[in-house]
């Protein structure tokens, strides 16, 4: 190979991981850059010998996003997986970027326990904790999150998901604490958020834990008031949680294979909300729907158990949440995951009271509702499909969306903007709009915060004081698109 560039390149590449982030920052800090280094590279290809070029490549094509060099690479090289540390991670993050989970959650930890820090950015590890979260990877999310905490002790979001990590994992023989030394931890853990918090997103982690597991109203008060006047757009903004977006034709299969199980086994399953908004009024799911969800009819606890005890004995999907399965106290609402690629379709039990429908959500303070008119359900053909479906379909959507539902509405939340949310549901209205409102701030979506911000202090009456109306005010100014 007698070309300069990628001679050069081959010399940085012999002292990597090093070198790495470098590198990897010359190659995509512009777009002429990078398409220098594609067409060397393609113009060379039958020459390159160079493991870790070759994996580099890979590694910057999948960070472009850019197919066609991803086809001509992945055509042309048969990747040696077991001697190329380089090469295990960019397979790793080229199959996460192809929506294979599976392959890319085994050749990322295949490479975090080969290079530790060495390949590994912030945003792959947060990406790495959720997909074991989603495979119920417990003990390799343990042993990730420790090395996480021992290494950056003072990355907030690493002390908030060994929380949250602590708080949900089913303690075995896998691990040595105990579940008081969990809670311990847990207390130590929030005790240092609280005390060094200064952002928003730690004020509004801090207003959504104390909210939602620990029952404590003031505390989420003061925390959700100091995640709004910490507001500040202008920084760079991560969220702990990464969405994992599916084409809609995975959401389309997931959501008709689910509902055809639970029928086979006698479970009258329909679509609901949104889903069902869909199906029913454009003859598929919504392209811009990133769920599914559906709505089962019960009458009592038996039935609440027979459905977990169903889904837990088919080898396709499980369970992820569970209610208490009491449904004099509590609404329920199940989720069911499934084990090929951690997707994850709500199941919104309805059960009967004052000749009303109820379903909704559980939170430590108090519960959410939906308010439905009472329906039974039927069979309909949509998109050329026999589901089950209310039978009152236009009412059971005119309830949820309003009249204009069979209109395309831009921005709407179903935790905030229903119609049919009693007012009994306040205090969750107030902690779902806030912290979905903060998170719309981080992401810069100015039409979803203006959303929040005006439901929260026009419909629901939310405690804004002046100074939290001004700054937020001041930061949708900061955000609004440019007309």
Not at 104 to 130: D, E, G, P, R
Not at 446 to 457: F, M
Request: net charge neutral; charged share 20%.
């Amino acid at each position: 190979m007698n070309n300069n560039y990628l001679d050069s390149i081959v010399n940085e590449l012999k002292n990597f991981p090093q070198s790495n982030s470098e590198i990897l920052n010359l190659i995509q800090s512009k777009k002429n850059v990078y398409n220098r280094f594609k067409r060397e590279f393609i113009k060379n290809i039958n020459n390159i010998k160079s493991k870790n070029l070759k994996a580099f490549a890979l590694l910057v094509a999948t960070n472009f996003k850019d197919n066609d060099f991803l086809n001509t690479i992945t055509q042309n090289f048969d990747f040696d997986l077991i001697n190329n540390d380089l090469a295990i991670f960019a397979k790793g993050i080229y199959f996460l970027s192809k929506n294979d989970n599976l392959k890319a959650v085994n050749l990322l930890w295949q490479s975090f326990n080969l290079n530790k820090h060495l390949y590994f950015n912030h945003q792959t590890f947060l990406t790495l904790i959720c997909l074991f979260e989603d495979f119920k990877l417990s003990k390799e999310r343990h042993i990730l999150l420790q090395y996480l905490i021992s290494t950056f002790p003072y990355v907030i979001e690493y002390h908030m998901q060994y929380i949250l990590f602590l708080m949900q994992v089913k303690f075995n023989d896998d691990f040595t604490l105990t579940l008081a030394e969990s809670n311990a931890i847990i207390l130590q853990e929030i005790d240092y958020i609280y005390n060094h918090a200064q952002t928003s997103f730690d004020w509004s982690f801090l207003a959504d834990f104390y909210f939602k597991f620990v029952g404590d109203v003031d505390k989420f008060w003061e925390c959700s008031k100091n995640a709004t006047l910490t507001l500040n757009v202008t920084d760079k903004n991560i969220d702990v949680k990464r969405d994992t977006i599916f084409p809609i034709e995975i959401y389309k299969e997931h959501l008709d294979s689910l509902l055809d199980f639970l029928n086979a086994n006698n479970i009258q399953a329909f679509p609901c909300t949104g889903s069902l908004l869909g199906l029913y009024r454009d003859g598929k799911l919504m392209d811009y729907d990133k769920d599914t969800d559906i709505g089962i009819i019960v009458n009592n606890n038996d039935d609440v158990i027979n459905i977990i005890n169903i889904i837990s004995t088919n080898e396709k999907f499980y369970c992820t949440k569970i209610a208490e399965c009491d449904l004099s106290k509590n609404i329920l609402n199940i989720g069911v995951s499934d084990k090929k690629n951690g997707m994850v379709t709500d199941i919104f039990l309805h059960y009967k009271k004052d000749n009303f429908l109820y379903t909704g959500l559980n939170t430590k303070l108090c519960d959410f509702f939906w308010k439905h008119s009472e329906f039974t359900t039927i069979k309909a053909k949509l998109n050329n499909k026999e589901y089950y479906v209310p039978s009152n379909t236009k009412l059971y959507l005119t309830e949820l969306y309003g009249k204009n539902w069979n209109e395309h509405i831009s921005v709407w939340d179903s935790l905030l903007n229903c119609p049919n949310i009693p007012q009994s549901s306040q205090l969750a209205v107030f902690y779902f709009g806030s912290i979905r409102m903060h998170e719309a701030f981080r992401q810069r979506k100015y039409a979803k915060a203006l959303n929040y911000y005006t439901q929260l202090k026009n419909r629901w009456n939310y405690p804004f004081t002046a100074e939290m109306c001004q700054k937020i005010e001041l930061c949708l100014e900061q955000i609004k698109p440019v007309s």
